[in-house]
């Protein structure tokens, strides 16, 4: 047994660069999905330390077959911390109570931590003198830690990330768990060995096969945020823009809120763009699109023979450049924003309003992402409105998205009446989509006007008529427009970001 | 010499010295320099040092305006304004101004010092015609009330408080406030409220703008006499949060403590801008390069009359007019101006050195008019300040650090809704020493280096990407940034004593309130301008 001591110190040292390894992944990783790295970090540490407390102690129960017990905990912890990461992931995408999962993974290794030194120091005990004894393996156990420490950030999260970091120290455990069944050969019971070995053999292959796997794993843990697979990502100056596609069809999410699906789009976007079009008397020549960098909304205003031009301003040049590249969505807005009528500026909108100097246009689509931060709150302003008119024809019309007057029934009509207190004649009408449900559009003039009543059949549209235009303009009970007095949102208390947060905070 | 670490420590105190001392980056790969204000030709008024002007040196006019700063600026308009051009106005800097003065970059200007106003009473006749010949003014309520146009009213977020790594909203440390904080919050503001209320017995109110309008019943000039922290503390306020949120705004407005302000100020800040009790506070107007707009205005006006880098040296009272001698800085050659009579608009302190014959016979103690020091830093960022928690409270016009000794910053693209990318900081740091005159001293002893460092060090708490993302920091010392509303400096009867004409020279500066604010420089230049208008209409 003496001439084995060294090797038991080797072990110690690879126990505790694991341990620290775990505790550093949950920290991590709690802090990339529930964001605030300081509160995640402290709970996580604290309670893998108060665990570790409970592992020690709970070692005093184990009387017999301690060099038994020490492997069985190094496997258990081979386990349980090799697949913490990927198991986290998945619990995060998937299930809602996933700070119990987290914390109990933590308890759970940190019990388990805690009970390896006390055993290791026990089955020493016999070997060394207790000065000796202590001094070393604390020393081990804190240059681990240390070697931990350093090795996580400079260069296992950077090289392999946490999922993989995670399976392979749960392999290094494995492997010192069943390497331990020679060093301690000894004192295992003869009859006990082979059952011991066998266990260690399948927990490493069990790790090996998740390592493998490692790449699906991650991308399912992450798909399990989106209900379909991803197959477009990258996070933009402004936003992080994901493309999914499902078995209906591909969808559009900017930071995780959905734009469109391509399966009824078409709804939305006719919708948006031909009651403006069609409101315009004369035919449009000048069209200007605010937002809508997926050139869907394009796509329908470029329908029209008559249309001469279409400036299109939106903030994100990935946006608007995945519009051209991405294949799916170029077929899909049918190579809008290549067509040489269209012109496309990123720039903030409320800025290019404000300092751009413009023929005046015919027709303006206007198609923001929700209200639901001030920087977007202000493109809802009256002082908006008020730079869009000026960028108007008198005869002029103007359509703007305007929430689910069902979800976000205030939110809705805040925006009408602030279009209305800018000065333009405002009718509302909402139409079904159902990807978002009911959703709200606001068509505008500067003087009194009908909304139009004929859909021309060459349009060749697949959701607006004539009968279903009309219907779009009535508003049902539950969406009209409410009793009590709604605020209009101004650039100096942007009510709307108020109303909306208040809103759809309901459904979250 | 004091070590970084002992800067540090005095500005930002000792935990962030330390923090910020561990790195040694400092303010490496930043660009910038310390702007403006001529503090280093101080030195000559100081030496009294002779001027001979040569003879084809000299001008005559009618009025010379000594001071390009709000009260000389809005003096110089006034006399415009009344068909009256035979003025020049000296201004001892490139550009007037004073402390409104702005800067520009070819993403925002920005401002240097003042930064808004908030929309005045319609009984404050004069500033509504300023405003309404500014085109700032859409409309009047039934009532009187100004419509100011949204577009130049502070656009929401207004502010945010930074307190142990999160940002909030609003300036009033809520969270985590106490009932008891609460309480004495609550019961703060009932004893704001019975002030906005209070009128006398003419029906004037306590609290208005500008000071003349304010009663001057003994019940409310006594508040003059004690300590704003005094005063909290005989009324038993003690809650943490309700001191500080006092504090703040003594540094805020006044550049001083709670303890060195005057109580009447203090009520002041609180209840002069609100109708009535119950009632909102006047919203504030406000442009990317701050109060620089009244400034262009007022310069554009005034701009045949006005001679630039003009350090005057000394103002010399006749039988039957004055003289104003003045050393050019651009070609360094002594200048002169003989006119009927003078309006001093420059800060009342300097009256001593520069008016020959003041001191034998004065009328009022130039001593008593105590400014302070601030420096006030533009950070240009690359992109935006982080925050450490992506759900806090997003950037907003005003954000202020609790824990800080500074004010925070403004963001000047917040106005012009540009709300992506680079940006612009403006950083404001009161230096309110025990002794004003110290507060000065240091801050002239330190280079931009160290000024760069104190503010990228403060700002740092709340922004770990500050130091990446500064590509350039600009620092003006503003060595007298403003008057100090001590206890009773304001109804202690010297200001009252320097309304009055010294002989051909009639004062003007928002000294003569006490309280360092647009309205009142503005109110006293137009007071000044009347006078100067009445005897010429006279003789």
Redesign the interface.
């Known amino acids: 047994m003496n001439r084995r001591v060294p090797l038991l110190f080797l072990n110690v040292f690879v126990i505790a660069t694991c341990g620290l390894i775990y505790e550093l992944l949950a920290g991590t990783l709690a802090s990339y999905v529930l964001g605030d790295s300081v509160t995640q970090f402290s709970i996580i540490i604290g309670l893998y330390l108060f665990a570790m407390g409970i592992g020690s102690w709970l070692s005093r129960f184990i009387e017999t077959n301690l060099a038994e017990r020490f492997v069985d905990v190094e496997l258990a912890v081979a386990v349980l911390g090799g697949v913490s990461a990927p198991l986290l992931f998945f619990s995060f995408a998937n299930l809602s109570y996933f700070n119990v999962i987290l914390y109990a993974v933590v308890i759970g290794i940190g019990t388990l931590v805690g009970l390896e030194i006390p055993l290791l120091m026990r089955i020493l005990k016999d070997e060394l003198d207790f000065k000796e004894l202590v001094a070393r393996v604390l020393a081990l156990d804190y240059v681990g830690a240390l070697a931990a420490s350093i090795l996580f950030p400079i260069f296992l999260v950077p090289t392999l990330g946490l999922v993989r970091t995670s399976l392979m120290f749960g392999i290094l455990n494995a492997a010192v768990g069943l390497w331990g069944t020679w060093l301690l050969f000894p004192l295992i019971k003869p009859g006990k060995i082979l059952f011991l070995r066998i266990k260690g053999v399948f927990v490493i292959a069990l790790l090996i096969i998740g390592a493998i796997k490692a790449d699906t794993l991650t991308v399912l843990a992450e798909e399990g945020l989106y209900q379909d697979s991803i197959i477009y990502a990258e996070s933009s100056k402004y936003q992080r823009i994901v493309v999914t596609r499902g078995r209906t069809g591909f969808a559009l999410f900017l930071n995780g809120n959905l734009q469109f699906n391509s399966f009824d789009e078409y709804r939305y976007h006719e919708a948006l763009v031909h009651p403006p079009m069609l409101a315009y008397p004369g035919t449009p020549k000048r069209i200007l699109v605010l937002g809508g960098g997926d050139g869907l909304a394009v796509r329908e205003v470029l329908r029209y023979k008559s249309v001469e031009s279409v400036t299109l301003v939106d903030l994100d040049p990935d946006m608007t450049s995945l519009g051209k590249r991405l294949p799916v969505l170029s077929d899909l807005n049918r190579h809008s924003l290549d067509d040489k009528r269209v012109e496309v500026i990123n720039a903030d909108a409320f800025v290019w309003l404000s300092d751009t100097k413009t023929e005046p246009f015919d027709v303006a689509i206007v198609d923001f992402p929700d209200p639901n931060n001030f920087a977007l709150g202000k493109l809802y302003s009256t002082r908006f409105y008020k730079l869009l008119r000026s960028k108007l024809k008198p005869e002029s019309s103007v359509v703007i998205q305007s929430t689910s007057p069902l979800y976000a029934r205030n939110s809705y009509w805040c925006i009408v009446e602030t279009i209305e207190a800018a000065g333009f004649t405002a009718k509302p009408y909402q139409t079904t989509v159902p990807s978002f449900g009911i959703w709200g559009y606001v068509l505008a003039k500067q003087t009194p006007f009908d909304p139009p009543k004929e859909v021309p059949k060459d349009l060749d549209l697949a959701f607006l008529d004539s009968r279903s235009m009309e219907d779009m303009f009535n508003f049902p009970v539950d969406t009209d427009r409410p009793k009590e007095e709604l605020e209009i949102n101004r650039l100096d208390n942007q009510a709307l970001v108020r109303y909306y947060e208040a809103e759809w905070r309901r459904f979250e | 010499m004091l070590t970084r670490r002992e800067i540090l420590k005095a500005f930002v105190g000792l935990p962030l010295a330390l923090a910020a001392c561990k790195s040694p980056s400092g303010t490496s790969g930043m660009d910038g320099r310390i702007v403006g204000a001529s503090n280093n030709i101080g030195h000559i008024l100081r030496e009294r040092r002779k001027f001979e002007v040569a003879e084809e040196g000299w001008t005559n006019v009618g009025t010379v305006i000594v001071g390009g700063g709000i009260a000389g600026l809005s003096a110089g308009w006034k006399l415009k304004k009344e068909g009256f051009d035979d003025f020049v106005l000296l201004e001892l800097e490139k550009k007037a101004g004073g402390t409104s003065v702005s800067g520009t970059s070819p993403l925002v200007s920005y401002p240097w010092g003042a930064h808004y106003l908030p929309v005045p009473f319609k009984e404050n006749e004069d500033l509504v015609g300023l405003l309404k010949e500014m085109d700032l003014i859409e409309s009047f309520a039934e009532d009187g009330d100004l419509v100011i ?3 130049f ?6 502010e945010r408080i930074y307190y142990k ?1 999160r940002w909030y909203e609003g300036l009033y440390l809520y969270p985590g406030a106490t009932k008891e904080d609460l309480r004495q919050l609550n019961a703060f503001q009932q004893k704001i409220d019975e002030w906005i209320n209070w009128r006398d017995g003419s029906g004037m109110r306590a609290f208005s703008v500008p000071v003349s309008s304010c009663s001057e019943d003994p019940e409310v000039i006594a508040l003059d006499r004690v300590s704003f922290a005094e005063w909290l503390t005989r009324q038993g306020f003690t809650s943490d949060r309700l001191i500080w949120y006092c504090d703040y705004a003594c540094r805020d407005d006044y550049g001083l403590t709670l303890s060195q302000t005057s109580a009447w100020a203090g009520i002041f800040y609180f209840s002069s801008r609100v109708r009535k009790a119950g009632e909102e506070s006047q ?1 504030f107007i406000t442009f990317p390069e701050g109060n620089g707009r009244f400034v262009d205005h007022f310069a554009t006006e005034v701009k045949a009359q006005t001679m630039s880098s003009a350090l005057v040296v000394e103002v010399i009272p006749s039988e039957n007019g004055v003289e104003v001698v003045f050393l050019d800085t651009e070609t360094n050659t002594a200048k002169g101006v003989r006119a009927k009579n003078a309006i001093f608009a420059a800060p009342i302190f300097t009256t001593g050195f520069l008016v020959r014959g003041f001191s034998n016979s004065a009328p009022f103690d130039p001593a008593e008019f105590q400014h302070n020091a601030w420096f006030v830093a533009n950070l240009f960022l690359k992109e935006r300040p982080k925050n ?4 806090d409270f ?1 950037l907003s016009w005003d954000n202020v650090l609790y824990e800080s000794r500074s004010l925070g910053y403004v963001t000047a693209t917040h106005q ?6 680079p940006t612009v900081l403006t950083y404001y740091y009161p230096m309110a020493e025990k002794e004003l005159k110290a507060g000065m001293n240091k801050l002239l002893s330190l280079d931009w280096k160290e000024l760069a460092d104190i503010c990228l060090t403060d700002l740092e708490r709340a922004h770990e990407n500050i130091r990446e993302a500064t590509t350039r920091i600009d620092i003006m010392r503003w060595g007298h940034a403003m008057i100090s509303p001590r206890p009773g400096f304001i109804w202690g009867g010297e200001r009252e004593k320097a309304m009055k004409p010294f002989r051909n020279v009639h004062f003007a500066h928002s000294d003569l309130s006490g309280i360092a604010i647009f309205e009142e420089a503005f109110h006293h230049g137009l007071r000044a301008a009347g006078e100067i208008l009445e005897q010429g209409s006279r003789g």
């Open positions: 146009p949204e577009q009213l502070t656009r929401d977020p207004e790594g919203p450490r928690f992506e759900r997003p012009k809704g540009i709300d992506y990318g």
